[in-house]
């Protein structure tokens, strides 16, 4: 026997009797887990037949005449409410007006509150933000506290519904108060929060600018100027103006964008000097704003850009060209003839925009 | 006679007993250091998983559906020869809940009808796209559009051999900023574009997001939908069930988690389009087109300098018909084995070169020892260390560390995959079905991960001969029960 493998053997042990031990353990964990999940599968089959009959009851509820009562409400253990919370989830997302509300009164003769706000407490993710969402659609003071704390949430989506609750069901009263938790905020999911803020409305037009000039995060202040292009309040545009010389390039890009969804036909000077940004991202979005702005006092800025070093600058200068109308489109077909780039883009997307 | 050849063979290797117990100890460490990377995996994916978990989350994922924020995503679904599963693929795809895609199906020269029945299906007229040529690519001979579905774009073009140049055909096309490419075999959930789409919206240096493959096999489909989901009762996609459960809830989670993901795989990943223009689009040059963009990606990023990130998401799930008879499923894994050497050695030169990160000091001297070396070790280690055991040049604490290593800490990986899929999960339908994985999780550790590592040297030998045959699949469409064949 070698001498090397002799000294060694105390390693070798150590590696084939640590690789049993892991293996047994992990089988053994395994084994409970299957234990738990026959255990549970049990469970769910009694929950599958609990969510049918309430759905029935549910749907009986709301096409009923008369109010909801205490004694006529099935028996629901509290360790059920989480199907009670699904079932009502599931229809408030289809239905409106009064049949929303009778809903909610079903809720609150089962007390739901007092169980969503335990499960605020205790559950996972999809407990919290489930729970919030609910509680927003309850109103009233207490609630509106719960969201705002939650609105300071470490947690991106926890975050993100309580915001929602509060933009989609309170006044924008609360508004500054949001725009002082974000400017606080570290890291979020633009697009979504963009969505939630544009619940606000018009009114909230100037302290949204303000966020979006003023906030720590980038991704804060882009969800600010997105927000503002879909509410499109022309009270912001000389707020937001500015920010097409930031020094951040989604920043401007998003501007842009804004302000094209703004519609206001003064600001396509400043839209056409962003023509020639170094950002290509910017770019694209001034040449798609002049579209929208249908501004024929862009029409020279955006031939030029036809020949664009970026072939989509190039491509949605052609498309502005084409939304500008018959003098965008005259251009393009005097420039179509030309042996080069801009020949052959102006030639294809008007080929392309006839067909379509 | 033959007890004189054996004296004769163990003089032999009691003579060299230095070498021959340097070269067994060599295999065990590499064993061991592959093993303890699998061991560090398994907490690194569970913290993942617990960071970005989407599973109770319905709430957001149904806010993002009803509003218009959604990033705009083309999906490429490169087509050859596949008419009898491509009118029903494309139809589940314009069913997807996503507020704002295209969907762009590239004929990548069938023989078959499948251009036919595609402008039957969808009504398409032939008609006029702007384009850049971006990346190269076979000539393309028409571009339709569909009057029913506006989103619908076929391109017809000349075969260029693979799906690589199919799906940059698509790219050429493509008009929005994120791009997947959809296999005309496979079937994406309803909300895998909701869910898959989040990272991107968190970080707007997300380039790269890969999915869940699962294995369609067993499964019910109905309207292009997976009805029922159900194990395979065949064995080689059941072995495969368990496979993937473990690559992808254990490795890529925590390759995530480790900012060093190096794979997201050609059936469901999500690309930044610009940036995969600039690295050249998918490669026609290896087997391994979506292995390499990731790394030309990395790459890229890292040469530039500019900060960005990639991730893998657990939840949205792409369910993919796996091969089911021992040929098939041989093919594949000697294609993905030279797949994987043609892009070690053609980015070979980032091994070790702090200039790029901790994909050239870690990701790629990983991908090196259990691509390039783990095959060719494990198989002489299978071979040589019995006999030298037998002939005492090892003694039994060596085999049975070395069968720790290469047969029972692959049960431990197995069933701990299994573990973090039970806890966090449950994608698995039955207890019944747990049980019958964790069978398999020990099964497979005694014959067929031995087969697996024969085709992966065949897969070496093919790569040395410079072999580039893609191999043989058989479709049998989604409409039943995929278990027929069984």
């Known amino acids: 026997m070698s001498p090397l493998v002799e000294n060694s053997d105390v390693v070798l042990q150590m590696i084939w009797q640590s690789t049993i031990v892991l293996a047994l353990a992990s089988v053994a964990v395994l084994f409970l887990l299957i234990v738990c999940r026959y255990h549970s599968e049990w469970r769910k089959r009694h929950k599958d037949r609990l969510r049918e009959e309430l759905s029935r009851y549910f749907y009986a509820a709301i096409s009923s005449p008369d109010s909801v009562r205490e004694s006529s409400l099935p028996a629901v253990k509290r360790r059920n409410m989480d199907v009670v919370c699904s079932i009502a989830l599931d229809m408030l997302r289809a239905v409106k007006g009064g049949d929303s509300d009778r ?33 927003s659609l309850f109103g009233g003071e207490e609630n509106l506290r719960v969201l705002l704390k939650h609105a300071e949430s470490d947690d991106t989506y926890v975050q993100l519904a309580a915001l929602r609750g509060i933009a989609t069901q309170y006044d924008t009263g609360h508004v500054e108060t949001v725009v002082e938790i974000l400017s606080r905020t570290e890291s979020t999911n633009r697009l979504m929060l963009a969505d939630i803020l544009r619940h606000f409305g018009e009114e909230a037009a100037l302290p949204l600018a303000r966020l979006a000039r003023n906030a720590e995060q980038i991704d804060v202040r882009v969800s600010a100027l997105m927000a503002l292009g879909m509410i499109h309040p022309l009270s912001a545009v000389s707020a937001i103006l500015p920010l097409l010389q930031d020094a951040n390039e989604d920043v401007r890009a998003q501007t842009a964008k804004a302000l094209g969804e703004m519609g206001d036909i003064r600001t396509g000077a400043a839209l056409a000097r962003a023509l020639t940004d170094n950002s290509v991202g910017v770019r694209v979005q001034a040449a798609q704003a002049l579209g929208r702005l249908r501004d024929e006092g862009a029409l020279s800025a955006l031939a030029e850009r036809l020949g664009d070093e970026n072939w989509w600058v190039g491509f949605r200068a052609a498309e502005a060209l084409v939304r500008i109308g018959d003098k965008g489109i005259s251009l393009l077909r005097s420039l179509s003839g030309r042996q080069d780039a801009v020949g052959v883009m102006s030639m294809q997307v008007l080929a392309e925009m006839a067909e379509a | 006679m033959e007890g004189v050849f054996a004296q004769e063979v163990s003089d032999f290797l009691h003579a060299h007993a230095g070498f021959f117990t340097g070269l067994s100890w060599s295999i065990l460490i590499l064993g061991l250091i592959q093993n303890i990377v699998y061991a560090l995996q398994l907490p690194a994916a569970f913290i993942e998983l617990r960071r970005h978990s989407q599973a109770e989350d319905t709430e957001s994922a149904w806010q993002l559906l009803l509003s218009d924020v959604a990033i705009p995503i083309s999906l490429l679904v490169p087509a050859y020869n596949e008419e009898q599963t491509i009118v029903e693929n494309v139809r589940s795809i314009l069913s997807l809940k996503y507020p704002d895609f295209e969907v762009l199906v590239v004929n990548d020269g069938s023989k078959d009808k499948t251009l036919d029945v595609l402008i039957e299906a969808f009504s398409l007229r032939p008609i006029t796209r702007a384009h850049k040529l971006w ?22 073009k000349v075969n260029g051999k693979g799906k690589a140049d199919a799906s940059n055909a698509a790219l050429t096309f493509a008009r929005h900023p994120l791009f997947c490419v959809v296999d005309a075999d496979s079937l994406l959930e309803g909300e895998a574009l909701l869910r898959s789409l989040r990272p991107f919206m968190e970080d707007a240096k997300m380039i790269a997001v890969g999915g869940t493959i699962r294995v369609l096999n067993g499964c019910v489909v109905k309207s292009g939908q997976v009805e029922d989901v159900r194990l395979p009762r065949n064995f080689y996609p059941l072995i495969q069930s368990l496979e993937y459960i473990r690559a992808f809830l254990m490795s890529r989670l925590a390759w995530s988690h480790w900012g060093m993901l190096s794979i ?9 389009r610009g940036l995969s223009v600039d690295v050249g689009g998918f490669s026609a040059d290896t087997v391994g087109e979506d292995y390499e963009l990731v790394i030309k990606l990395h790459r890229k990023m890292m040469e530039d300098k500019r900060p960005y990130s990639m991730r893998y998401v657990p939840e949205p799930v792409c369910w993919t018909e796996a091969p089911d008879s021992f040929k098939m499923l041989g093919n594949q894994r000697k294609r993905w084995q030279r797949g994987a050497l043609e892009v070690f050695f053609k980015h070979k030169d980032m091994l070790f070169r702090p200039r790029y990160g901790k994909m050239g000091m870690f990701a790629l001297p990983h991908n090196f020892i259990v691509d390039v070396l783990g095959p060719l070790a494990e198989a002489v280690g299978y071979i040589l260390i019995p006999i030298f055991w037998m002939t005492g040049v090892l003694n039994t604490d060596f085999i049975l560390a070395f069968m720790a290593m290469f047969f029972l800490f692959g049960v431990f990986i197995s069933v701990s995959s299994l573990v973090l899929e039970e806890m966090e999960l449950r994608r698995v339908p039955h207890a019944r079905d747990l049980a019958i994985l964790a069978g398999v999780a020990v099964i497979e550790n005694f014959g067929y991960r031995q087969m697996n590592n024969i085709w992966r040297i065949i897969g070496w030998w093919q790569y040395l001969r410079k072999n580039n045959q893609w191999g043989e699949m058989t479709r049998t469409g989604f409409s039943h029960a995929k278990d027929k064949k069984d």
């Open chain 2, 264 to 272: 997201i795989s050609g059936a469901f990943g999500i690309f930044n």
């Open chain 2, 135 to 156: 990346v190269r690519h076979q000539p393309v001979k028409g571009v339709y559009g569909s009057s029913v579905y506006p989103n619908l774009f076929v391109i017809d």
């Open chain 1, 103 to 135: 809903i909610l009164a079903l809720l609150d003769v089962w007390q739901i509150q007092g169980y969503l706000l335990q499960a605020l407490e205790k559950g996972r993710r999809g407990e919290k933000i489930q729970s919030l969402t609910l509680l």
